[in-house]
């Protein structure tokens, strides 16, 4: 069975350091057909994607958020991690990781995200 | 960036209604459309992805169609668990990939 599963703290200060993990399972994060993005979702907001990481360790990040983002991977735990340094108020969100699939067919080929996680809460506030 | 904008942003039908929404983007996207349908608490579900092949498991009421700059989601007839929000998502070769705002489907 396929899933991914978000751990990180519930509250976190302002000007602090986020920390995100996804731990997956049923799949290898080594598997070139796939990878793991993070979103984010405020309350009555729709989603906001922030960053990928595929399967050889390339790495893709919003452009709003470049600066403050950094996504790795473990690939022998099966985990994602997703750091955000100097949180405000405003990235009070859930944040949820998605397995993306790679569908091949000539002459192209198709990314979707066909798994998610059930998403963390995180709260930034003093 | 790619913008996607869908209409409606909401949407009021009944059981048995036939559901159709947008999805707009202010570039050419070639196929590169996926649909999700989220819950309220819940992580969003792939419905559909290449603009119209229908992930495994969704029913077959759901169909998607478009290429280019305009998507659209049809629903043929609208199911008690049908009522959720809808997004569009663009996902052409390489990262960023964007989000529409969403569209929230209504009990009339």
């Known amino acids: 069975q396929v899933t991914l599963k978000e751990s990180g703290p519930v509250l976190v200060k302002p000007t602090e350091t986020l920390t995100l993990t996804c731990t997956v399972s049923?799949?290898?994060?080594?598997?070139?057909?796939?990878?793991v993005s993070w979103m984010r979702q405020s309350p009555g907001k729709p989603l906001e994607w922030l960053a990928h990481?595929?399967?050889?360790?390339?790495?893709s990040y919003s452009p709003s958020l470049r600066t403050r983002l950094t996504i790795s991977k473990d690939t022998s735990k099966s985990q994602v991690v997703l750091t955000m340094t100097n949180v405000d108020p405003v990235d009070t969100a859930t944040y949820f990781c998605a397995r993306v699939q790679r569908y091949n067919t000539w002459p192209t080929s198709y990314w979707y995200f066909d798994l998610w996680g059930r998403g963390t809460l995180v709260a930034v506030s003093s | 960036d790619i913008q996607l904008t869908q209409s409606p942003s909401f949407l009021s039908a009944s059981v048995g209604d036939r559901v159709i929404i947008t999805c707009r983007a202010s570039?050419?996207?070639?196929?590169?459309v996926a649909w999700y349908q989220q819950k309220p608490g819940k992580a969003p579900s792939l419905l559909i992805y290449?603009?119209?092949t229908l992930q495994s498991g969704v029913p077959s009421r759901f169909s998607g169609s478009g290429s280019g700059t305009e998507f659209t989601l049809t629903i043929s007839s609208l199911q008690p668990e049908d009522f959720a929000t809808y997004f569009c998502q663009q996902l052409i070769s390489n990262p960023p990939w964007t989000f529409g705002q969403g569209t929230k489907v209504e009990v009339k």
């Open positions: 990481i595929f399967s050889n360790d390339e790495k």
């Open positions: 290449a603009a119209s």
């Open positions: 049923g799949f290898s994060l080594s598997n070139v057909r796939m990878g």
């Open positions: 570039q050419a996207i070639g196929s590169y």
